[in-house]
């Protein structure tokens, strides 16, 4: 059963960090592609992040320059720092899997950015 379990989540002041992680198991992942979504209230999920087993990375305009993403193959681990918070960065924040048979997501973490 692929399983992934996002943590990390919180409250911050605009300008704040955060690193949030994403724990998965239950499968292999290291050729797999890995990314970072959120859905604000009031909105549609959207792209965050997303990184291939190459190492190559893409990262929504609205983050560029604050966010950073990165894997962990070893301990099977993604992980998303953030920084430069802003109140519009306010959001739930999934992980997800791309394999064949399709997306496989987290239940997200609360990300709670105060004006």
């Known amino acids: 059963q692929v399983r992934l379990v996002e943590s990390g989540g919180g409250l911050v002041q605009t300008g704040g960090s955060l690193r949030l992680s994403c724990a998965a198991s239950?499968?292999?992942?290291?050729?797999?592609?890995m990314g970072w979504y959120r859905q604000a209230p009031g909105r549609q999920r959207e792209f965050v992040a997303g990184?291939?087993?190459?190492?190559?990375?893409n990262y929504a305009d609205f983050v560029k320059g604050r966010f950073t993403i990165s894997r962990d193959n070893g301990d099977n681990t993604l992980y998303l720092d953030m920084s430069s918070l802003k109140p519009d960065d306010t959001a739930v924040y999934y992980c997800?899997?791309?394999?064949?048979?399709?997306?496989?997501w987290g239940q997200g973490t609360q990300v709670i950015v105060s004006s």
């Open positions: 239950g499968a292999i992942f290291s050729l797999n592609p």
């Open positions: 997800n899997v791309l394999f064949v048979s399709g997306l496989y």
């Open positions: 990184i291939t087993s190459g190492g190559s990375i």
